[in-house]
């Protein structure tokens, strides 16, 4: 009977140190991203995003269909376009690079008509527009676009 006292006084302070260090270590949803203000992303995106992507996130007509010099048309960011299809990162990169660039870092040469932001907005305001992007889709689209994020952020974690 003796031997229990030491092996919980063994666990204990063991089980102590687990539970805090798991309570301690950030939250996912608590990332950048979570904490950016989606008032201001809505700001942003209509003097920036809306004039090419539309006003309620619509996109344009025929956005999936090449243009002649091989680029697409800007796409919906509402939930019947593909950019909740896309995580963080990319969605990320794609704003402050622009598309031709991003692909680039990704080993795709493709045209894109979408221009880099990275030299007008900062990376907190690219942050807020992405938010007050995703706000507007339904929870599903939500919870795609975050479980591919955190795919997407393991990989870069094995890849580094």
């Given at each position: 009977m003796?031997?229990?006292?030491?092996?919980?006084a063994a666990v204990l302070p063991a089980a102590l140190a687990l539970a805090w260090w798991a309570?301690?270590?950030?939250?996912?949803?608590?990332?950048?991203a979570a904490e950016a203000d989606?008032?201001?992303g809505a700001e942003l995106y209509v003097e920036n995003c809306a004039s090419c992507h539309g006003a309620n996130l619509q996109g344009q007509p025929d956005w999936q269909t090449q243009n002649d010099d091989g680029s697409l048309p800007a796409p919906p960011h509402d939930e019947t376009g593909h950019t909740w299809h896309h995580g963080d990162d990319v969605l990320f990169d794609y704003t402050k690079l622009g598309g031709k660039a991003a692909l680039a870092r990704q080993g795709i040469e493709l045209n894109s008509g979408m221009p880099g932001f990275g030299?007008?907005?900062?990376?907190?305001?690219?942050?807020?527009?992405?938010a007050?992007?995703?706000?507007?889709?339904?929870?599903?689209?939500?919870?795609?676009?975050?479980?591919?994020?955190?795919?997407?952020?393991?990989?870069?974690e094995t890849t580094q």
């Open positions: 003796s031997r229990y006292p030491a092996i919980a309570t301690s270590r950030p939250d996912p949803a608590t990332s950048a989606i008032a201001t030299d007008k907005l900062g990376d907190q305001q690219i942050r807020d527009i992405l007050y992007i995703k706000s507007s889709w339904p929870a599903r689209q939500r919870d795609v676009q975050s479980a591919r994020s955190e795919v997407e952020r393991l990989q870069g």
